[in-house]
Every structure is written in C-alpha cells, then in structure tokens.
C-alpha cells in the first residue's frame, strides 16, 4: 500500500523567515496531495492541495510543489507568522483508492517572535 | 453552511465494551471517511462510505464497523474495545469518490478513551 515519509518532525523558524516540510511518497499512482494544518485540541484544516497534473500551486504566503519524478512534494510558507504554529500533515489518495488519503507523521512547526 | 459535526466530543468505555460515533457530513457532501488519530501521529484511514456502502477499508479489524443513513451521515461502531483504541476518531466529508482527488473536510472528532 501507499506509505507517505514526512521531514522534518519538528521545526522552528523566526517570525517573517520561510518554512518548508517535504514529503515522499511510495504509490506512483498516487495523483492527489493535500496538506492539513492541525491546532492543539481542533480539527485538521485543509490548506492547500495539488493534483499530479500540476507541478505547483500558490495561496497567498502558502505553496506546494510536486516532482513526479523523485515522488516527493513540499509545503512552503513564506513571511511566517506566530499563527503559523501547528501540526502540518502531508497526505495522498491514489488511483483506484477512490480518495483513501494516507498521511505522513506530521511536522511540528513554531514560529518564535 | 454547516461543516462536518461529530458527536459526542468526549467518551469514556471500559475494556470489551461497544461504542457508537455519529457524523453529519458538511452540506452538500455525500461521502463520509473515518480515520483515527493516535496521540501525535496522522490520522489513519479506517474505511469510507459513500451511497451507504462501504466502498474502501483500511488495515482495521472487523470489529470496527459503520453506517451510512440516506441523509449521508455516518455512524462508526467499535466492539470489544481495547485500551490500544483509544483515540481521536475524526470524520471527513467529501463530494464523490472517483480517483480524481476530493478535497475532504473534517470535523472536530470524538475522543475515546478507553479504561
């Protein structure tokens, strides 16, 4: 079945510097990858996706990247910002998985003033 | 416009014991996935439901089981409990199950804790 490898398991960056949380994948039929931002104590949040038709997509300070080649995508937010601490969770659904979504391990990151 | 409403919250069962959770999936969805959340760790993928059957599994046994009612909302069902089944069992609603990828939304999960 589809495994889903996330790094790194914590990270810390500054206020206003970028942060970025890469993730591989083992299915190459895997064809849909979202990212989920979890609180302490609230509900995974849905923040960005890609489908493998796109090499890359951008929201506002949030982007992801996706190389078929290597089966590895990235998260990257840029100008972070306090709010910006939480669990970030990478994840893919393959096809003939009717959207099945395996998650990674998630990433810890903290952003300090 | 509603999102995905888990209940209860909070529960509480002793070893062996029968569980029921319920979910509404957020409006105009029709698909309703389980997954369980051990303490720091992703979410795993229980099964999902969609035109009240369960279309996919994952590596659960079969004494986790569930429901999908006409109106899309879901009930998840675990017997014999077992301490290592204490968890966050969140639900997610999404719009079809073909392969092109559906954005699932979640909802803010039961907590389980078994004794």
């Known amino acids: 079945g589809e495994n889903v490898e996330q790094h790194p398991s914590t990270l810390s960056v500054q206020e206003g510097d970028s942060a970025v949380i890469k993730c591989t994948y083992s299915d190459s039929a895997s064809n849909y990858f979202p990212w989920y931002k979890q609180e302490l104590g609230k509900r995974p949040q849905l923040i960005i996706d890609i489908r493998s038709n796109v090499g890359e997509k951008k929201d506002q300070r949030i982007a992801v990247t996706l190389n078929k080649t290597a089966k590895h995508f990235s998260l990257h937010i840029t100008e972070t910002q306090p709010e910006d601490s939480a669990v970030y969770f990478c994840a893919a659904s393959y096809t003939g998985g009717g959207n099945k979504l395996t998650f990674g391990t998630g990433t810890q990151l903290k952003v300090e003033l | 416009d509603a999102g995905v409403t888990q209940s209860p919250t909070h529960l509480i069962k002793t070893r062996g014991q029968q569980v029921t959770l319920r979910c509404s999936p957020k409006s105009g969805h029709d698909t309703v996935s389980w997954y369980q959340q051990a303490l720091g760790q992703g979410p795993q993928f229980i099964f999902q439901y969609y035109e009240e059957e369960e279309r996919q599994r994952g590596n659960f046994p079969d004494r986790f089981s569930g429901h999908q009612f006409p109106n899309y909302s879901s009930e998840l069902n675990v017997n014999a409990l077992l301490l290592g089944d204490s968890a966050l069992y969140l639900c997610?609603?999404?719009?079809?199950?073909?392969?092109?990828?559906?954005?699932?939304?979640f909802g803010d999960g039961t907590r389980l804790s078994i004794l």
């Open positions: 997610a609603s999404s719009l079809g199950t073909d392969d092109l990828g559906r954005p699932q939304h």
